[in-house]
DNA sequence: AATTTTAATGCAAATTTTTTGCATTAAAAG
DNA sequence: CTTTTAATGCAAAAAATTTGCATTAAAATT
């Protein structure tokens, strides 16, 4: 759960309106401490106010159009989501465990990635260097 | 094009029977210098002998298991395969272009990552260390 | 305040990618 | 030559996401 976050405000800082839904949306996104799917996150706004699957996935693309939320790529199916990173928040990258699907954030200084050089030499543009680790989290590991 | 690997004893190596399908998904990925997704990879063994699309899935979930191919996420939806590290082809990340779908090797010395500390402290089982950068290819940017 | 325009949402259906179940063929073992 | 196992094919299902079009809600304009 973040205290930091005014969820409004970040909504209408990027000249979106601030619906219902996207707030919504953006609460269960950023309360949560770790990255959700589309489907998790419809069936928490589900339970406390009537929203449609389809919203949800519209609702997410514009949050990641937008940069306030983050799409991630899992050893599985579906994508997750997750807050972008913000002055509240410091780019870190995730563990996806293969048994149970979950996704967890990895402490930043665990882990560090140079991209320097490379973003000198691309030849290309670069928007974000995604790093994720695959393996079996410590509950299904028993 | 890969001089260096002998994709029947790379499949044979593992207990695998070298089937003329097994071969000929194997040798798609391998002599291709980028990772191609499981309808890529039909398609082109399509093109020389007739396979069917869910063998193609399944010869590479085989080849997945048993750590002769990577399975490569994506920005996208679909994943895609490239030959695993071994002797003659050292780990490194890839470049996924969002306009396009293509995706590229990177070269092993232009982005380092440091997973030693995290190896050390997490508490659960780490299996690969996967990084991605997305944007736009050279081509696209045009 | 009524009307027009734009933005947000809903619903049904389609698409894309991958998986499953079961039948068939081919290869290996006995 | 028969039995067993491995590999493949085909049809259908499943999962995640996207699209098209209708409807409602909000904002802007008259």
Redesign the pocket.
């Known amino acids: 759960m973040c205290h930091h976050c005014d969820y409004k405000s970040l909504l209408e800082q990027s000249g ?2 601030a ?4 707030l919504s949306v953006l609460e269960v996104i950023g309360n949560n401490s770790y990255p959700l ?3 998790d996150i419809f069936k928490t706004v589900e339970r406390h ?14 949050l990641v159009d937008h940069g306030i939320v983050d ?1 991630i790529s899992t050893g ?5 989501y997750g807050l972008a990173p913000n002055s509240h928040h410091q780019p870190h990258s995730h563990f996806y465990c293969k048994h149970c ?1 979950q996704m967890d954030c990895l402490n930043p200084e665990s882990l560090s990635v140079d991209a320097n050089l490379l973003k000198k030499t691309f030849p290309g543009r670069i928007d974000k260097v995604e790093v994720r680790v695959d393996g079996i989290c410590k509950n299904c590991i028993k």
């Open positions: 979106l309106g619906s219902e839904n996207r799917s589309a489907g106010s009537a929203i449609n699957r389809v919203t949800v996935y519209r609702i997410l693309d514009v799409r599985g199916r579906a994508f997750y699907g």
